[in-house]
């Protein structure tokens, strides 16, 4: 357990005050041990992964951050498919290539969403018209409010899985493991569908600047081009926002749903901006947009 830990280096948008305690956990016992000193402290937990799609205050968190570092894989094989059983720490592209090596294929969309297993189930990670929730079969989670702490198995139905959300988010749950199923097939094509769909990603979005990912979901009316809806980049392009900067927090130029840190952006920079933005595609659309990044 360390205290006073910055935790502006353990996030993609290198923005973030203290923590009060920081605790890395590498298996279930020490996520355990870290809920069990939150508990007996009455502080508050967050857990933190690959820090994406994510903003921390420059105040930091009053209470305990459990950094997500289990990295266990494991392959069992069901005939044309296979099981990939993954804990939360592993970053997408690395379950991609370890089903890869073990013969399966259909993971290549969501490999190139940014970030760890753990974030990803949070918020049922997407990218086009794929779900990470299409290929889950179940979850091992602790829920923070069973006396016992104990480690369950939650099935599909039980994670309640939705478009930007599911019952990790919902209910406070902390992810440590999942089953991920996926079909045999041509290991050499998926290579190359991966490689097209990553250089799709790279030119279309902000690759190598310090941002979280989309700041808002795509809104559900049909407004223009988008998957679920409409895409909140696109009403934020149509509100002439592109480019926009407060402080040091600018609206990619590439793609309207990224902000970016061009180097010394406080966290209230970007809520600035992120108001700005709501407010102007309010004023033109006459909808709200509602945030994808998780704000602590």
Not at 28 to 33: I, K, M, N
Not at 106 to 134: Q, R
Not at 273 to 292: H, P, R, W
Request: overall charge neutral.
């Amino acid at each position: 357990m360390q205290e006073n830990i910055t935790l502006s280096k353990y996030t993609s948008f290198r923005i973030g005050g203290p923590a009060s305690f920081f605790v890395e956990a590498k298996n279930d016992a020490d996520f355990l041990s870290a809920l069990k000193f939150s508990k007996e402290h009455n502080l508050p937990f967050l857990v933190l992964g690959g820090g994406t799609n994510m903003l921390i205050s420059d105040q930091g968190f009053k209470g305990v951050v459990i950094r997500s570092l289990g990295k266990g894989l494991s392959f069992e094989d069901q005939g044309q498919n296979g099981l990939v059983v993954s804990e939360t720490g592993n970053v997408l592209p690395i379950i991609n290539q370890f089903a890869n090596n073990n013969g399966l294929v259909g993971f290549e969309k969501l490999a190139t969403v940014p970030g760890t297993l753990g974030g990803a189930i949070y918020n049922n990670a997407h990218w086009k018209d794929d779900l990470l929730s299409k290929h889950l079969l179940w979850v091992d989670v602790i829920d923070p409010e069973d006396r016992e702490s104990s480690v369950k198995r939650l099935s599909l139905e039980e994670l309640d899985f939705k478009y930007d959300s599911s019952a990790i988010k919902t209910k406070n749950l902390i992810a440590l493991r999942a089953a991920i199923l996926l079909p045999k097939g041509d290991v050499s094509e998926s290579k190359k569908t991966y490689a097209k769909y990553l250089k799709s990603r790279t030119e279309s979005q902000p690759y190598g600047t310090l941002n979280s990912g989309c700041m808002f979901q795509n809104v559900t009316q049909n407004l223009g081009p988008g998957n679920h809806g409409t895409s909140a980049g696109y009403l934020i392009d149509q509100a002439g926002l592109k480019g926009l900067k407060i402080g040091g927090a600018q609206i990619s130029e590439k793609h309207g749903n990224f902000f970016i840190n061009t180097g010394n952006a406080s966290s209230n920079d970007i809520l600035k901006l992120a108001e700005t933005c709501k407010e102007k595609v309010k004023e033109k659309f006459g909808v709200e947009l509602e945030f994808e990044v998780k704000i602590v």
